[in-house]
Nanobody, 123 residues
Framework: QVQLVESGGGLVQAGGSLKLSCAAS????????MGWYRQALGKQRELVAT???????NYADSVKGRFTISRDNAKKMVYLQMNSLKPAYTAVYYC?????????????????WGQGTLVTVSS
């Protein structure tokens, strides 16, 4: 199977920075798009940023200019550099990947989620 493990969350003051990392492991044939989502308490999970296998990026309007998503295909990792953090960004951040796994039927697409990492921004 495929696993995603996030790291880098924590407590930071408003205006500060954090860098989240997500490592993919398991029987991965390929990884297509990867991304970060977040879920604040009492709210629905929302997209933060995505990146394709060739580096094309997409950001939520609320984080444009503050967050940068990047990936290292060789290491099967995706990162989220978060700058100028605001208390409104407090949430559990989840890593997501569209992975292809090799089975007896060929390559099968699988959407995988990490367990999440908590980011708390204090005012």
């Amino acid at each position: 199977q495929v696993q995603l493990v996030e790291s880098g969350g924590g407590l930071v003051q408003a205006g500060g920075s954090l860098k989240l990392s997500c490592a993919a492991s398991g029987s991965i044939f390929r990884i297509n798009a990867m991304g970060w989502y977040r879920q604040a308490l009492g709210k629905q999970r929302e997209l933060v940023a995505t990146i394709t296998s060739v580096g094309m990026t997409n950001y939520a309007d609320s984080v444009k200019g503050r967050f940068t998503i990047s990936r290292d295909n060789a290491k099967k990792m995706v990162y989220l550099q978060m700058n100028s953090l605001k208390p409104a960004y407090t949430a559990v951040y989840y890593c997501n990947a569209d992975a292809g796994i090799l089975t007896s039927l060929g390559v099968t697409s699988l959407e995988v989620w990490g367990q999440g990492t908590l980011v708390t921004v204090s005012s």
